[in-house]
């Protein structure tokens, strides 16, 4: 028999801690609540083996606040670490805890305070578990979102569904996973707290299934976005309701789960990266130099700001419309980051290791890794695992910045290029995402015994 436990609590922010994304040194102090900042944790047991689902509406998570977390609900669960997975929504109007360089600053008290609350999430749902029956499905939403990165790229359309009820059939928790850039209202409310899509769609489950408390995992998005039309005040709940729609119809007469199992696997994967030369940091550096010390704010679009944006003219409108604001706060992040680098250039070792987790609940599996992850490599894990029901969570255990195919590392666009200097790392090669996918393909191999 099975049983499982749900549990919240909140993470909304106190008064000073900076939204993270959106901008280069905006500091986008919160100026509003649209709605709350949650954490929420889901527990399985099979009598053997248990494992946590812990969903948190953050922007990103780094690998000391996962390694906190974990000790801290350990400690009082005896669950081991690699059975606890954490992963974020990746809302742009919540904050951090272990930021990206110029897009945030992160309060080290919220952060622990955050981290203490998600423990406490996982603690309260272990301690609540019951008998339950669970049941999963998946559908697709085709049309409502596109890859930004080139005309007529893949997205991964799979709307993916978990349902936990009582064993009289009364349901109490409902997982969605989908793969979007969640970032439908934070162009018109910038200085709100709020979770975005990811918390529509789980208001809207609730009230369609009162007693129920639903989880938005955030799939494959480092490519995706939402379609700009839903980017407006009166349209933005349409791919929310249309998500949520998709999800609750895939569980209607949904058979329970044939599997009763629970398992877990984790490992490290090492993935291949390449070393900045020394021109390229110097050229970056001497040119941030010269703008910040000239005030110049002539042709960045082909030079300092060809690749930190995807949407050069937002950059200035986010700095009040000021331009040669906009451009001296590029030339400050390329001071700070080539500060940065330089401090091991020659020394750091040239790959990164990075967590991949996999999770099984019953007929579910739950594969995870910690960076912005593209589609192509999602869809491959898709066809290469062979598993009906899967949930792709990116934003999981820490944070790796986007981890691109080999199409964008060959343009040295945002997510080839300016990506690993926000995160003080070295670019990925296009080795870094098969690498990725072989790991979490292992995982999800060892979950299946």
Not at 16 to 44: M, P, S
Not at 215 to 233: K, P, S
Not at 236 to 262: F, K, Y
Not at 409 to 416: L, M, P, T
Request: glycine share 6%; proline share 5%; hydrophobic share 35%.
């Amino acid at each position: 028999m099975l049983t499982a436990g749900v549990a919240r609590t909140c993470l909304t922010p106190f008064w000073g801690v900076e939204l993270t994304g959106w901008g280069y040194y905006i500091e986008r102090r919160w100026q509003r609540v649209h709605d709350d900042l949650n954490a929420t944790a889901l527990v399985v047991d099979d009598g053997q083996r248990q494992a946590i689902l812990l969903t948190l509406d953050l922007m990103v998570i780094d690998a000391a606040f996962t390694r906190l977390t974990r000790e801290r609900i350990s400690h009082e669960t005896g669950i081991p670490p690699e059975a606890i997975l954490l992963t974020c929504s990746h809302s742009h109007n919540a904050p951090a805890a272990g930021g990206l360089l110029g897009v945030g600053e992160c309060d080290p008290v919220y952060e622990d305070w955050a981290s203490r609350q998600a423990a406490t999430t996982a603690i309260l749902a272990w301690k609540c578990r019951q008998p339950a029956i669970l049941s999963t499905s998946h559908g697709e939403l085709v049309g409502h979102s596109f890859n930004r990165t080139r005309p007529g790229g893949l997205i991964d359309s799979s709307v993916t569904t978990l349902k936990v009820s009582t064993q009289e059939g009364t349901p109490i928790a409902f997982v969605v996973n989908f793969g979007a850039h969640p970032t439908v209202t934070t162009d018109w409310r910038p200085f709100d707290v709020s979770r975005d899509l990811p918390g529509e769609v789980c208001d809207l489950i609730e009230q369609s299934l009162p007693g129920v408390i639903a989880m938005y995992v955030q799939g494959a998005c480092g490519d995706v976005n939402f379609l700009r039309e839903y980017i407006d005040e009166e349209r933005h709940h349409e791919p929310a309701r249309l998500i949520a729609s998709i999800a609750l119809e895939t569980q209607v007469d949904c058979e329970s789960m044939h599997s009763r199992q629970v398992s877990f696997a984790s490992e490290v994967a090492r993935l291949p990266t390449r070393r900045w030369t020394r021109e390229e940091v110097q050229r970056d550096r001497e040119e941030a130099e010269q703008r910040l010390r000239t005030r110049d704010a002539t042709n960045w679009r082909q030079t300092i700001g060809r690749s930190m944006t995807n949407r050069p003219d937002d950059m200035v409108k986010r700095h009040g419309g000021d331009e040669v604001k906009a451009v001296m706060a590029m030339a400050r992040f390329h001071i700070e980051w080539t500060d940065k680098i330089l401090a091991d250039l020659e020394t750091r070792p040239e790959s990164l290791e990075t967590e991949v987790q996999s999770i099984r609940f019953g007929d579910l599996y739950i594969t995870s890794n910690s960076s912005e992850f593209f589609t192509p490599f999602a869809i491959d894990i898709r066809r290469q695992s062979h598993v009906p029901e899967l949930m792709i969570a990116c934003y999981s255990n820490g944070r790796i910045g986007y981890l691109p195919d080999a199409h964008d590392i060959e343009a040295r666009s945002y997510a080839g290029y300016q990506s690993p200097k926000y995160c003080n790392q070295f670019p990925f090669t296009d080795k870094s995402g098969p690498e990725m996918c072989a790991a979490m393909l292992r995982t999800i191999e060892r979950c299946r015994s």
